[in-house]
């Protein structure tokens, strides 16, 4: 059964700074991993989503990598801004209904 | 494409009474999912269609919660004699229905039960 896993569960860093969050899942027969970004109160935005081939996806100023065998994924994001505050959530479809199992998030605050 | 709507998109209500939250997916979406989040969590998974056949209920689905998905189009989450601890945002979900597909979101439907 798969679980996932993201630690820590809150981060606090200065505007401008690179940073890495993680993401961490039991099953390694993955079919792919969704990272999703949550502001307070609101619904979910999917950032993106790395297919079991793929080693890793870019958006902007994001960049996912998935690493199967070590059962991990990061969220890597550049250059920090304070809008890039928020809760950041990483999923996994189960193999039976592809509903996605999800980690509890890392609630990420950038300082001005 | 005018993404996944959910409405309303905040519900409150006393503890015994019924709510009804509506669903409006992507319209070439054949799947539809529902989710539960509470307060500093991820969402837990509650049912999902395929087309209009319900074909999963988690155990978090009480026999309070019913849903429907007529016609294979809009879906309908309904709570009866709703419980304080009913409250929490409820999310929907539409997708194509492969292992590769992304899952598309509503905004959500925030249910405050007093």
């Known amino acids: 059964k798969q679980e996932v896993t993201q630690i820590p569960a809150a981060l606090s860093v200065p505007e401008g700074e690179n940073l890495v969050l993680n993401c961490s899942f039991t099953d390694s027969a993955i079919y792919n991993l969704q990272w999703f970004r949550q502001d307070p109160g609101k619904g979910l935005t999917s950032l993106l989503l790395i297919q079991s081939s793929q080693r890793e996806q870019t958006s902007g100023r994001l960049n996912a990598s998935l690493d199967k065998s070590s059962g991990r994924s990061t969220l890597y994001i550049a250059a920090s801004q304070p809008g890039d505050s928020a809760t950041y959530l990483c999923?996994?479809?189960?193999?039976?209904?592809?509903?996605?199992?999800w980690g509890a998030g890392t609630k990420l605050i950038i300082k001005p | 494409d005018t993404g996944v709507s959910q409405d309303p998109r905040h519900k409150i209500t006393k503890r015994g009474q019924n709510v009804t939250f509506r669903c409006d997916p992507i319209?070439?979406?054949?799947?539809l999912y529902w989710y539960r989040q509470t307060l500093g969590q991820g969402p837990e998974f509650l049912t999902y269609f395929q087309n209009e056949a319900q074909l999963e209920k988690s155990r978090l689905l009480s026999d309070r919660f019913s849903a429907e998905r007529p016609k294979g189009s809009f879906s309908t989450l309904e709570i009866q004699r709703t419980e304080q601890g009913d409250s929490a945002m409820y999310l929907c979900a539409s997708s194509l229905g492969t292992r590769t597909d992304t899952q598309y979101f509503g905004p959500g439907t925030r249910l405050t039960v007093l």
């Open positions: 319209s070439e979406h054949n799947r």
């Open positions: 999923a996994a479809p189960t193999h039976s209904n592809y509903q996605l199992i």
